[in-house]
């Protein structure tokens, strides 16, 4: 049974999934996106545990992210 649910957005296809690996070897259950808007989409209806923001993205940046994750409330 997976500990928690991590959800993964960065830029980098390749680096989505080696973290995906990696969180699922830890125990988690893993998404990876390198689109913001879905990465939002599934903060609001997947409810992730715990998140990974790649800081410097073409889109929006991770400060950016970090931000709006606050203004919702992110308890991840």
């Known amino acids: 049974m997976p500990t928690g ?7 980098e296809p390749s ?3 080696t ?3 990696i969180g699922e ?3 988690f259950e893993c998404r ?3 689109s913001p808007t879905e990465f939002f ?15 410097i993205m073409p ?7 970090l931000r709006l994750l606050a ?4 308890d991840a």
């Open 41 to 55: 989409a599934a903060v609001d209806t997947w409810a992730p545990t715990h998140i990974a923001v790649d800081l």
């Open 15 to 17: 680096v989505g999934e």
């Open 19 to 21: 973290f995906t690996y």
């Open 25 to 27: 070897d830890a125990g």
């Open 71 to 74: 203004e919702r409330r992110c």
């Open 5 to 11: 649910r991590l959800l993964i957005l960065d830029d």
């Open 59 to 65: 889109e929006m940046d991770g400060v950016e992210v």
């Open 32 to 34: 990876a996106t390198t």
